[in-house]
């Protein structure tokens, strides 16, 4: 895992029959806040990414591989000096060594991101 246990911490984690809910503390202190933006600090999107990433890894028990993403929505910042927590939802289906998901990151104010994406089991 290249994030979790440095740019997030997982406090919960529960899957069952195709379905994630983790919550996950993001390191407010980490240094990327140093420029993406200084002052005003904002999770990257490419960040989000690899945290769901991570977390379906930790589902399938399988790394993965980024095969396709469709609808990619940012809609909301996270500034992690106002509200570090984040509630994670992934969706996900296998057929094969392809994992279709569905999903999204909110905090306690407003839905962050969305996506469907497909992902190789390498």
Do not use: W
Request: aromatic share 8%.
């Amino acid at each position: 895992m290249l994030a979790e246990n440095n740019f997030y911490t997982i406090q919960s984690f529960a899957e069952e029959d195709g379905l994630v809910k983790a919550t996950i503390a993001i390191n407010a202190a980490h240094k990327i806040f140093e420029g993406h933006f200084p002052g005003q600090p904002v999770v990257p999107g490419v960040c989000m990414l690899q945290m769901i990433k991570e977390l379906l890894e930790k589902a399938v028990t399988k790394e993965t591989r980024l095969a396709k993403a469709d609808h990619l929505k940012f809609l909301s910042v996270i500034n992690p000096l106002e509200n570090n927590i984040a509630e994670a939802e992934l969706k996900y289906t296998t057929a094969g060594d392809e994992i279709n998901l569905t999903t999204t990151i909110t905090n306690s104010t407003a839905t962050c991101f969305k996506m469907k994406a497909t992902f190789k089991q390498l």
